[in-house]
């Protein structure tokens, strides 16, 4: 029992979506996004502030614009870091729930050559669901495990999903939609342009 989104399910922000199993089923409570928010943000209630709260449900209200995050995180050098992966690290993953309701989310920005675990999602866990969701336009750079929509899944699953743009990677595990794959991944693609420097370099997954 599982459902499809055909078309963008619009929604206001805010904790007003839910989903229900039969008619004796577990509530499922989410939070709606429609918002990027800004860097650094923690906030739970925005795409960049799911960082602070990793084990939520969220679904995506709206198409979010992304493209701001070229200037996000300056180096000091001229240069930008952009987006902050969502599941920062190994021991800091995303653990919840992101269903995009067939919205897109367009013009992420990470530049982090020394940095693993690089993508829109850095590193996921087994407990967590990626569905139905459209990255496009990324531009994506990290040193190992880079990937369009996750750097490193670690168990979790991702379905219904896309990327485009470029992925490009200095070391090892580089892929248009993951990094590294140890989850599943159904009814999913990318054509990202993807370029690596190590093994483990694949148009879908490193």
């Known amino acids: 029992a599982n459902y499809r989104i055909n078309a963008p399910v619009d929604l206001a922000a805010g904790n007003n979506f839910s989903t229900m199993l ?3 089923g577990t509530v499922v409570q989410y939070r709606v996004i429609t918002s990027l928010g800004v860097a650094g943000s923690i906030s739970g209630t925005d795409l960049q502030g799911i960082n602070g709260h990793l084990v939520g449900n969220y679904v995506l209200g709206a198409n979010i614009d992304a493209s701001a995050t070229v200037a996000w995180n300056d ?38 050559p020394s940095t693993s675990g690089v993508g829109p999602f850095g590193y996921v866990g087994n407990t967590a669901e990626i569905r139905n969701i ?11 495990y880079v990937g369009g929509l996750v750097g490193y899944n670690n168990g979790g699953s991702i379905s219904n999903s896309y990327a485009t743009g470029q992925v490009a990677g200095g070391s090892v595990y580089v892929g ?24 483990g370099t694949g148009g879908l997954a490193g």
């Open 134 to 144: 459209g990255l496009t336009s990324v531009n994506l750079t990290g040193a190992s």
């Open 176 to 199: 248009g939609l993951v990094g590294v794959n140890k989850g599943s991944i159904s009814n999913s693609y990318a054509t990202a342009m993807v370029a690596g420097n190590d093994l």
């Open 75 to 112: 180096n000091g050098d001229g240069t930008y870091a952009g987006f902050a992966p969502i599941g920062p690290d190994a021991t800091h993953f995303f653990a919840g729930i992101l269903d995009g309701l067939g919205h897109t989310i367009n013009g992420v920005f990470i530049d982090r």
């Open 22 to 24: 039969g008619t004796d």
